[in-house]
């Protein structure tokens, strides 16, 4: 099966930015769904960006505009850029791959700390 390492979290002020990057093993990447959840402190986990293999990208509501989703297949990497954050978007960022043929696998990685706070 795939594995992903996210990496790119940290601290940074309102209205920063910050980019993630996920990136995972093997050499299927394109057959994957790739995206990006987070978890808050006593919250559920909820997705925050998807991209097809096709590169067709989706984004929650709370997001939009601010976050821009993307993929690299010959790097086997998806990135989370991240502008003008807000102190609720704090939270655990994890990347999941989800392969879209046979066999279905669903993988997730460590997960990535973004804090965001004066």
């Known amino acids: 099966q795939v594995q992903v390492v996210e990496s790119g979290g940290g601290v940074v002020q309102p209205g920063g930015s910050l980019r993630l990057s996920c990136v995972a093993s093997g050499n299927t990447f394109s057959l994957y769904v790739m995206r990006w959840y987070r978890q808050a402190p006593g919250r559920q986990r909820e997705l925050v960006a998807g991209?097809?293999?096709?590169?067709?990208?989706n984004y929650a509501d709370s997001v939009k505009d601010r976050f821009t989703i993307s993929r690299d297949n010959a790097k086997n990497t998806v990135y989370l850029q991240m502008n003008s954050l807000k102190p609720e978007d704090t939270a655990v960022y994890y990347c999941?791959?989800?392969?879209?043929?046979?066999?279905?696998?669903?993988?997730w990685g460590q997960g990535t700390q973004v804090t965001v706070s004066s």
């Open positions: 991209i097809t293999t096709a590169a067709i990208t």
């Open positions: 999941n791959a989800a392969r879209v043929e046979l066999p279905i696998t669903s993988n």
